[in-house]
């Protein structure tokens, strides 16, 4: 079975309704980033910070799969698909792909502030997280989110299965947020590689095949390159 690595970002779930974050209108352009999504913002003001991702959490309940989502989980019939994923939500696994890495951590999720770091599953019934929440041992509990200047702990895990692609998709990212960006320099000279966006992406390796649409028709142009 040939061996297809996604790399999706924002783009995955614009046509789910949820707004990405360096398009015109989108959400760096009503929020500072070092306000709600750094270790810094989240010490200065933790209750803006967890407002933020309980708006987050509310858009995302109230959101589902879209089709280039269902395209991707249809393909597991036929391939080995691994999803290595920016978002936060779980519209993927939602979908039904069953592969899926969150390189910069999970919505549903929250964690201890403590050094254990004990990870909590929120439910879509129960999904917000306020100042004086804490875990069973006390601490506020924190969104399990990587924000701007933390390590991101899936980065190796991410590179090694780049490595081990027969087809590399890039659907939706901007190519502007490292170490993901840097994931496309990884992949074998034999393996092919696509790039699914509807704008242009600067500073692209030579090789790279690039559709120029949203996610769902691009990925229906995909399947039809592939099979
Ligand atoms: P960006 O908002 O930077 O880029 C979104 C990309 O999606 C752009 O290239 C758009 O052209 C494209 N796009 C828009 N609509 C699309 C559609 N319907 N189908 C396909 N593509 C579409 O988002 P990311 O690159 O994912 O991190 O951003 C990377 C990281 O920066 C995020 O994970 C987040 C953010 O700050 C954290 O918050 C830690």
């Not at 090694?160 to 190519?175: N, P, Q, R, W």
């Amino acid at each position: 079975m040939k061996k297809i690595v996604v790399l999706s970002g924002a783009g995955m779930s614009a046509e789910s309704g949820i707004g990405t974050f360096r398009d015109a209108g989108g959400l760096w352009e009503k929020y500072i980033i070092d306000d709600v999504a750094t270790p810094d913002g989240f010490r200065r003001n933790p209750a803006l910070v967890l407002d933020f991702y309980n708006q987050r959490r509310k858009q995302l309940v109230e959101s589902k799969p879209n089709e280039g989502h269902l395209i991707l989980a249809e393909l597991e019939n036929k391939y080995d698909i691994h999803i290595i994923t920016q978002n936060v939500d779980n519209l993927h696994e939602q979908a039904g792909s069953t592969k899926v890495l969150h390189l910069h951590g999970e919505l549903m999720k929250v964690r201890s502030t403590s050094a254990s770091a004990d990870v909590f599953e929120l439910s879509n019934n129960n999904y917000e997280i306020n100042l004086g929440d804490k875990c069973p041992k006390g601490y506020q509990l924190r969104p399990h989110i990587v924000w701007f200047g933390e390590e991101v702990p899936e980065i190796e895990n991410a590179v090694d299965i780049v490595k081990t692609a027969d087809i590399l998709v890039v659907i939706g990212t901007s190519m502007q947020v490292y170490p993901a960006a840097s994931l496309i320099n990884y992949v074998k000279t034999t393996s092919t590689v696509y790039l699914i966006d509807p704008l242009d992406i600067e500073h692209l390796p030579t090789h790279v095949h690039v559709i120029k649409n949203i996610a769902s028709k691009g990925l229906k142009e995909f399947v039809k390159m592939i099979d």
